[in-house]
């Protein structure tokens, strides 16, 4: 059974093992971090900048074989009811069996129930189709922006795709 926590500083090196090339890690961080490979000191001093903000949640989803997902859940709006999720990572020997999708499932129950939000919102690149299948089969619909988001990568550019899902208020 998957659950969902708080995220620990030791979680990071088993987060930073997942990330086995450096199109994986950016397609996890895109420009978020300098330099590949990304180390757990790494994962937790950009972590530790937003630390003391009540806007700023890492989270770390287990079951009863260890650490097996994570991502961040952050408000974007001073109201406190758009909250956008990044840095989404599964275990890279666990992708493709569903981890994922039941990651976003509690994960989103637990921004609508405990946070409140009325919206969340995520982005991910047009490269990275698995990743875009899973956040459809957790609900998630695509926005049309009028200027979609890109980003210069590997003398690349790659676009970005924005998502979200709201708050079932039936």
């Known amino acids: 059974m998957l659950r969902l926590r708080p995220y620990k500083k030791c979680d990071a090196k088993v987060i930073a093992s997942w990330i086995k090339d450096e ?9 978020r971090y300098e330099k590949y490979p990304v180390r757990d000191v790494d994962i937790n001093d950009h972590y530790e900048a937003a630390a003391f903000s009540d806007a700023f949640f890492p989270m770390t989803a287990f079951d009863e074989t260890g650490v097996v997902g994570h991502l961040i859940m952050r408000f974007t ?4 009811r758009i909250l956008r999720f990044g840095f989404i990572i599964v275990d890279d020997s666990k992708r ?30 047009e490269n990275n189709e698995s990743a875009y299948y899973c956040y459809k089969a957790a609900g998630f619909k695509d926005v049309i922006l009028e200027i979609p988001e890109s980003y210069h990568i590997f003398n690349e550019e790659w676009k970005c795709l ?8 039936s």
């Open 23 to 31: 199109v994986s890690f950016r397609k996890w961080s895109a420009d």
């Open 96 to 125: 493709g069996m569903g981890y994922g999708k039941e990651m976003l499932k509690l994960s989103l129950q637990y921004a609508f129930e405990i946070l409140k939000a009325d919206k969340v919102t995520l982005g991910v690149f």
């Open 162 to 169: 924005e998502l979200e899902t709201e708050r079932d208020n």
């Open 77 to 80: 709006d001073e109201e406190k």
